[in-house]
């Protein structure tokens, strides 16, 4: 029998584990993600154990935005007010990155109060988005992802359990090896969804009411902030029409032909739908000298609930807990990791590839209940050195092993 998850308690998050760690003492950690993943309740925990609850401060709420107004420096008062004046504590500030000329507001509070006050700064859209527009903030945060819960998350395993191994083979094994059957915990995932109130609630009616929503928020009321977009719906008419179509590179003439727009329009309108953290794309893999295919990206839904098809919304699950675990490693580890997925010419894939430091690590394949390893895979670790290859299916109970690094397994047991 599969363990039951508990859903009475606040699920730890990993990204605890990183984000708020002594290392990163003197910089303001930058938290982003998809709305309503959870950003706003690990900033109020992370306030409350530094005994800061009152320093949480929502740039979306006109009193604070007024208050700014009248009175820049408001901090001072309030430290003063609360008797902090010589403690240091920890201060939130939630989506001011919506609020005009944001970096210069948090380079002046991080140079006055670098050594008194420990700054989060939270967005719902992405505070990334502006790396390129200028360096006021340069050496003064570090940016961290939070994405939709994960298996091992729900299940309470230990932070260290996800972590890559000193080897890939030393890592799939302690994924596949001595493992309780999860289906029903990887199962209520994918019907409820990573985001933390539907799948706490896992009440079927409210779920539908929730998904059904949360693509048009996503795009309109993150979007609207952020850019002079003028047709947001259009934006939305094209997310709507993606969810029939993961799990194949997207092809942005097809997208154009179907809504009757120009190429940049469309290929503006997927890179909005990404800023909004309405989906993610995969790239391609590509090493000059191998027959690799490497124009168009993959994309995946952060809500892979409403994808359409049982095998497509696997494919996307799946897509999911890899993006989370490569963020993670990113902001715990000193080697680099990267997603992407793999095509040779002949318009035969690979779904997945993680590599490290720039070379390939592991190779991954979501299939819905097949078995079988079909041969395109072989021959893609063959070009990749030996790669190890995984395919991971939706039934449970499945384990097998062949020629030492190719393997089957349950998605619900390597995830947990």
Not at 29 to 55: C, M, N, W
Not at 259 to 281: G, H, M, R
Request: glycine share 4%.
């Amino acid at each position: 029998m599969c363990n039951n998850v508990n859903m009475n308690k606040r699920i730890d998050r990993y990204i605890e584990e990183t984000a708020f760690s002594e290392r990163f003492s003197r910089q303001m950690r930058f938290i982003s993600g998809p709305r309503q993943s959870g950003k706003t309740t690990i900033a109020k925990s992370a306030l409350e154990k530094a005994k800061s609850g009152v320093y949480y401060y929502n740039w979306d709420k006109r009193e604070v935005r007024e208050r700014y107004r009248k009175e820049v420096d408001f901090l001072a008062k309030d430290l003063l007010n609360n008797g902090d004046k010589g403690r240091k504590v920890s201060v939130c500030f939630d989506e001011i990155h919506k609020y005009p000329k944001w970096k210069n507001i948090l380079k002046d509070y991080f140079d006055t109060y670098e050594t008194k006050l420990n700054f989060i700064v939270t967005g719902s859209a992405r505070l990334d988005m502006f790396n390129k527009a200028g360096d006021s903030l340069a050496g003064r945060y570090f940016l961290f992802r939070l994405n939709p819960l994960i298996l091992a998350e729900v299940l309470g395993k230990k932070y260290e359990n996800i972590l890559p191994d000193k080897t890939v083979l030393k890592y799939v094994e302690r994924n596949i090896s001595g493992k309780k059957c999860e289906q029903k915990a990887m199962e209520t995932l994918m019907q409820f969804s990573g985001f933390p109130e539907p799948f706490l609630r896992q009440d079927a009616v409210f779920s539908k009411g929730w998904h059904a929503e949360y693509l048009e928020k996503a795009v309109k009321e993150d979007l609207r902030d952020l850019s002079a977009i003028h047709q947001l719906q259009k934006v939305s008419d094209l997310g709507y029409l993606m969810l029939s179509k993961i799990a194949s590179p997207l092809s942005i003439n097809s997208l154009r032909e179907d809504l009757e727009l120009n190429y940049n329009t469309v290929k503006n309108y997927v890179k909005y739908l990404t800023l909004s953290y309405a989906i993610f794309e995969v790239p391609p893999y590509y090493k000059k000298g191998r027959r690799l295919v490497k124009k168009e990206k993959k994309v995946y839904f952060y809500d892979w609930v409403s994808v359409q098809g049982e095998a497509e919304k696997f494919e996307n699950y799946v897509a999911v807990e890899l993006k989370s675990r490569v963020d993670l490693w990113n902001s715990a580890l000193a080697d680099t990791y990267a997603l992407y997925f793999l095509k040779t010419r002949g318009e035969i894939e690979t779904d997945f590839l993680i590599t490290r430091n720039g070379l390939p690590y592991l190779l991954l394949e979501a299939k819905y209940s097949s078995e079988n390893i079909e041969k395109h895979h072989y021959l893609h670790s063959k070009m990749l050195e030996g790669v190890p290859y995984v395919q991971l299916v939706a039934k449970e109970n499945v384990l097998k092993v062949e020629q030492e690094r190719f393997f089957v397994v349950s998605a619900s047991r390597f995830f947990a």
